[in-house]
């Protein structure tokens, strides 16, 4: 039997990354921030189950099922399946995937929680996306008593087409968010962060950085944050890992400046309310 993995109650998040392989190629994905790399082992189906059902958190913090996209994981339904019932799940995904098989595997009250937003996020990207087709997905699962949003990012390019986007779920009673964009534009760095120059890319510097999000990678490796699963970097831990055990103190770290930008910027918390960052950084202006 591994032991709990108990989530201290400052954390505000839990990200499972599934796959960080995705279907769709869109040119200002985050992931692709750094030096990132998609091919990854990924752990299996039962070793995910076995992992998961380790973790002992709290109906307001939910198991959030991400990638890359989570459902090109083989095992993605019975994963969902054999995580603990006392878990909440939530799910990021494009929804790109046999939803009627979906619907036949997970029913709808295994994704669903009392929260201030959708427990299913959809992703829209009108660069790879047809957004008829995809209202048209995310009213079927909507119908079915799902809990379903959709999300569109407000890149420079795109801002009219999500705006425009947005009105016309509005008008099916979808839900339709959007959300800052994050990332290099025209050779400026976008998005509002807690630390300037986290992000620039330009000389590592040492800090000491502790988080609140537990962050565990496709192959069951635990890192300190985005930064390190999408450049590659050491992992702090692993998920099968029996003596594996939560450190809330603040680690050294000698890559700042290469920070990703999920982890410095300013955002809302689970509940929504602004001003949120998910790592603490000191000696960042020294």
């Known amino acids: 039997m591994l032991k709990p993995i108990i989530i201290p109650a400052k954390y505000n998040y ?14 200002y994905c985050i ?14 189906g039962e070793d995910w189950r076995a992992g998961l059902g380790r973790i002992v958190s709290r109906p307001d913090l939910p198991v959030t099922l991400g990638g890359g996209e989570p459902s090109l994981h083989p095992d993605f339904t019975a994963i969902i399946n054999g995580i603990p019932a006392e878990l909440n799940i939530d799910l990021l995904t494009n929804l790109q995937f046999d939803i009627a098989h979906f619907m036949a595997e997970v029913p709808p009250g295994r994704i669903r929680r ?13 660069e790879v996306m ?7 997905k995310v009213l079927l699962l909507q119908r079915a008593g799902y809990s379903i949003g959709v999300w569109g990012v407000l890149h420079p390019h795109q801002e009219t087409e999500i705006l425009r986007a947005q009105r016309y779920c509005g008008a099916l009673g979808i839900d339709f968010r959007t959300k800052e964009f994050l990332g290099e534009h025209e050779g400026a760095l976008q998005g509002s962060f807690s630390y300037p120059g986290a992000c620039d890319r330009r000389t590592m510097r040492q800090v000491r950085c502790r988080t609140s999000e537990l962050i565990i990678g496709p192959g069951g490796d635990i890192f300190r944050c985005h930064g390190d699963l999408y450049d590659g970097r050491a992992p702090v831990g692993h998920l099968l890992d029996p003596d594996f055990t939560i450190y809330e103190g603040f680690r050294d770290c000698d890559c700042y400046g290469f920070c990703n930008p999920c982890d410095v910027k300013l955002k809302t918390n689970r509940f929504q309310i602004h001003g949120h960052t998910s790592v603490e950084i000191t000696g960042a202006s020294d």
């Not at 839990?14 to 040119?27: G, M, Q």
């Not at 990132?36 to 299996?44: E, Q, T, W, Y």
């Not at 299913?120 to 990207?125: E, G, K």
């Open 14 to 27: 839990i990200a499972v990354f599934l796959s960080l392989e995705c279907n769709l190629h869109c040119s």
């Open 130 to 136: 047809d957004l008829e087709q995809l209202a048209e």
């Open 31 to 44: 992931n692709r921030f750094g030096g990132f790399s998609p091919a990854r082992p990924l752990l299996s």
């Open 114 to 126: 009392e929260s201030p937003y959708a427990s299913i996020r959809v992703s829209y990207h009108p």
